[in-house]
DNA sequence: ATGAAAGCGCTAACAA
DNA sequence: TTGTTAGCGCTTTCAT
């Protein structure tokens, strides 16, 4: 096994001391201009690349992020690509771990017990689990959540689900739909509240009164999101219910099996309204009209955040909240009553 | 900054030298079974938890693989999954690295070269590009590629898109089809090759004679593939072809789109499958046949292998190349002709 | 079976 | 500005 090249043979080669050659490779103050640029040449010549795991082990600094999501829904593998692309520009690694249902807390606190990050990027599954909170409230790491709020952290990069799905109500009840259907996931996370807000502002701005019946909540599968949607059938057939809201793609994919599986079709039988675009959603027909928004800068961003977290520490839970804005998108899944 | 419980603390604590702590966590041997255990209890009591770093330093083992693919094809999403969740098991990480289509070996090489990992699981655009291959073979490291068989390296997880694809051309030639497009990657990568192989052997073993010129082949884009199927339009009108086989998911999605685009029907104006199911495909109408295949354990058994690898060294390289079996999936789009 | 000690490659404190 | 040195926490010889 050959032997590296270490900070040694650098010392070495330029006939500086250690001190001095990694002083160089940090650009730390204290080197003169000359001295560096020799260091920098030997470092060229001799092909020297420091050792991370040495650098580390010294500096408790670790060049590694923790990614918690899962990562087989296309959202979350772009916004760990948009992730992984920033924090590579500054040599930052980003390690995967899917948390997945259950012991959400104890999982995360043992991944991040044996391994070393800098910061984690996360996505939890409720927000008022107190079992989950106390676990994160552990973690002396800067987290930037995913559309969420936590109570134990500070805020992280959310999606403005307000003003769309604001939009998107509108838009249905100008077409004349009164009974509309919000399917959303667990009520105490963030995207589902916000929905339901907007929801309910919207019918309210129009005088309108709401139907609480109408707000419905699961988790975010196609198989939550179409045993809901089997549910509604009656009052579709019968006309009580002529449009849906779906804030999930998952789901989304559950509705229409179930819509397939009825043989119901869309806007014919009921106008349907979903979160997130995808080729899918352009290919069927009639294509879907969507709320979409940019997923893999949001990782960027989200990146972003937590490197400035990183590197200055006193700035964590003091930066604004940052919002990533969405489109509404009409395509041709809605109908006039 | 309260001081983390090390070794010594456990030494001291349980009354015995650090190096016989060492042998006791690594579960070495030279420990008897009782001080083991009296060490065991003493970790126990002070929660101790080896620091990763210290260990890799000293050891030169990481517990740490890099993922080499793009992600944001939720194909290699869900094998990161799989592998994630595997090498989870063992202890080990997932790192993600994406590396675009240009300049692939150097991008490989350079993240490999500032951070310490036991292995690399890797899906390379090419697989007889010398620079990329030059790269490759300058890691010292196991490597499992997806997919791919690259001349500079050991065989890694392929899936068996041979058997499948004939079965698909044979379908399609007993419906009659006879101009089956054929539409593939870049033809120096294993699926493009075993499909086209595939394709040979079905029109040959049915005594018909191959029109090279339906052979086609892009990149993995929908773009790409939506740039063929508008090449192809003029002679599926004229009925020169009658079938279209997509050996990619990503551009199956730019066929349909091309389809959607010059107002045709499959299976009317010409009959469709492609490879790798989604839930679009099911609920496209009419769902679209398709070949299938285990993705997410595709990840595991990746996972697996470079496990043993890692383990074993002297086993890289030896073991027999693992292939995942695939379905042929009859649904209806697909006509006879 | 166990302890002592060297040293992995580096950073940071201290000296010069 | 530069060199020297301690030591990060661990594994691994080498003694005992």
New binding site residues.
Partial sequence: MK?????????HH??????????A??S?????Q???EKILKSIETLG????????S?????YKNVAFFADISNPVFAQIAKGAQLELEQLGYTLSLCNVGDKDVGDKILSFLEVRKFDGVILSTPREDDWKINKALSEIELPIVTINRDVPVLPPGITTDYYSSVKKAINYLLRLGHRGIVLIGGDKGIRPTREGIRAYHDAFSENNLIIDEELIKSGVFTSESGKEIFLDLCPYIKNKKITAILSLNNQMFYGILQGMKEKNLNYPEDVSLITFEDSELLQLLSPPVTVIRRPIQEMGTKIAKVLMKYIQEPELYGKLDPDTIPTEFIIRDSCKAI
């Fill in positions: 032997r590296n090249i270490t900070i040694k043979d650098v010392a330029s006939g500086f001391g250690i001190g001095t050659v990694s002083r490779i940090n730390s103050e204290g080197v003169s000359a001295t560096r020297y690349k420091p050792d991370h795991i040495a650098q082990m010294r500096s408790q600094k």
